[in-house]
């Protein structure tokens, strides 16, 4: 009456399951590969995007910043501040533009750079370039 359970059947299930999983992994491996260029809209990565990124590596914004979560902890969140600051670009150079060279007394606050119009420029389009990335509404506030 009582089934035995046999070292065949574990073999079974421990084949068929292996097989089950590594197809899911590799369906959801290409799924992701597909979905990923639509959701970082590649496609509009311009010259001034790529220059903006560059002035952002080397004057390691990221020391203090964090982009969508990367970086340090110290400031504000940076890949939602395009839409922080109304989908202004002026608002951005302008909080750039005038951060005061000793910082201010007392608070932690963001150094002065003294970037070119053309770096600012550059800067304020990738972080709206960052901003438009579909990150799946992540962060979910606009505090960052
Ligand atoms: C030494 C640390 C430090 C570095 C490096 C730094 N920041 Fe900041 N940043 C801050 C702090 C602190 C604030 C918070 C506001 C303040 O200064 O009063 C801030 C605020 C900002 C804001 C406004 C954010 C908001 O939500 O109000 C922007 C935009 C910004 N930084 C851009 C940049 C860019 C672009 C770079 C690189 C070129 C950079 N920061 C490098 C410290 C830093």
Not at 19 to 45: C, G, K, Q
Not at 73 to 102: D, H
């Amino acid at each position: 009456m009582g089934k035995i359970f046999t070292k065949s059947m574990a073999r079974n299930i421990f084949h068929g399951s292996s097989a089950f999983f590594i197809l899911l992994f590799l369906v959801l491996t290409f799924d992701t590969s597909i979905a990923l260029p639509e959701r970082d809209h590649r496609e509009n990565i311009t010259e001034q995007v790529a220059k903006g990124k560059t002035v952002w590596e080397i004057n390691n914004c990221i020391g203090c910043h964090t982009l969508l979560g990367e970086g340090a902890y110290y400031a504000p969140e940076l890949g939602n501040v395009y839409k922080r600051f109304g989908n202004n670009k002026e608002a951005i150079k302008g909080f750039i533009k005038s951060r005061s060279k000793n910082g201010m007394p007392g608070r932690r606050s963001m150094p002065q750079f003294n970037f070119t119009e053309e770096e600012l420029d550059a800067l304020a389009e990738f972080l709206k370039w960052t901003s438009e990335i579909n990150t799946a509404n992540w962060p979910p506030n606009i505090q960052g």
